[in-house]
């Protein structure tokens, strides 16, 4: 079991050229927590790992690693472990060489250094792996390799950048499982960066949704699935079907059909679930095209366009679904309505 730190994060500012990256940012992560920071390009995620890694300058606000103030600390004496999108791997170095470099700066004995690398190795699911070249890996490999350099200090905190960025859908959607398993066996302190909302959500116990250099929102996956709250973090988090509607008489108004709610008259901002958008025949319902369809196994995600309102996203059983072309009738479930708001 790894030493591990909590992570706390106090009124953090920071601004590039008068432009604020960073706006009295507030962030705890407690010892041996998971937590993933999404966001827009520009959010200020990778800012805030550098502040944290001590590769970035406060301009004001302080950085906690349980309670020892990281103020004037070095980067390589805050026992921080940091894994970037590119890996950054020596191509002139063989595996072993990699995960071997940041021991042999800790000045360590040969008999020490091997024993670690192959008690990494094993982690990763790379054994046998230490006398291969790095351009002779696979990117899904370089990945793990990268992150058994990160771990070979034993760092109390990790840090990852877009650790997954530059793979495929597939190998990422593999990879992340086995992320989250070597982490929780180590049960080491992660602060993670993605842009991926699937991401995030199968890595991490919590999730902190940033935008403009300030945190909106910080959740647990199923918390932030049910509440998202504004229409902003639910369009960060990967919602569709996100708009403002009128309710009167506890009728709500949407360009796709009246549904009955239970809200006080007005204007309010709303998610609707696409599991709770009904496709049925033309007659039924208001009348819409299928524009587009993208199969997803046992369901298929349906957009729908329909005169004078946005493209709409139904998620339908995949056996006899509909396709492009398609004329269909929409309905709208109630428990399909999600209120955003505070």
């Known amino acids: 079991m790894a030493v591990t730190a909590s992570i706390h994060v106090d009124a953090v500012t920071v601004s590039f050229d ?154 990422r959607d593999r990879l992340v499982v086995d992320l989250r398993r070597v982490v929780t066996r180590l049960g080491i302190t992660v602060l993670a960066v993605t842009h991926d909302q699937q991401e995030a959500f199968a890595l991490a116990d919590r999730i902190v949704v940033m935008d403009g250099g300030s945190v909106l929102r910080v959740g647990y996956p199923a918390e932030l699935w049910e509440r998202p709250r504004t229409a902003r973090v639910a369009t960060l988090l990967g919602f569709t079907n996100v708009l403002e509607i009128g309710v009167v008489g506890g009728c709500a108004s949407t360009p796709w059909g009246d549904v009955d709610v239970s809200m006080p008259d007005g204007r309010v901002a709303i998610h609707l679930r696409s599991a709770g958008v009904r496709l049925g025949a033309e007659s039924s319902g208001v009348r819409g095209t299928v524009v587009a369809c993208r199969f997803a196994g046992l369901q298929t995600s349906v957009q729908v366009a329909v005169d004078g309102a946005p493209v709409l996203e139904a998620l339908v059983p995949s056996a006899g679904a509909p396709r492009p072309g398609d004329e269909v009738g929409v309905t709208i479930d109630p428990g399909a309505v999600v209120t955003l708001g505070d």
């Open 18 to 171: 008068g432009s604020p990256a960073l706006a009295s940012v507030d962030l705890d992560v407690s010892s041996g927590e998971v937590v993933a920071i999404i966001g827009p390009s520009g959010a200020g995620k990778s800012t805030l790992l550098r502040v944290i890694a001590g590769l970035e300058r406060l301009d004001a606000g302080r950085v906690l690693l349980d309670d020892r103030d990281l103020a004037g600390v070095p980067p390589h004496r805050r026992r921080v472990g940091l894994m970037f999108q590119e890996h950054a791997l020596f191509p002139h170095r063989d595996v072993a060489g990699n995960i071997a470099f940041g021991l042999r700066m800790q000045r360590l004995s040969p008999r020490h250094i091997s024993a670690r690398v192959d008690e990494l190795l094993h982690l990763v699911d790379l054994e046998g792996f230490g006398s291969r070249q790095i351009q002779t890996l696979s990117g899904g490999e370089q990945q793990r390799v990268a992150l058994a350099r990160a771990l070979a200090p034993q760092p109390d905190v990790l840090l990852l950048d877009e650790p997954l960025g530059a793979l495929d859908r597939t190998l």
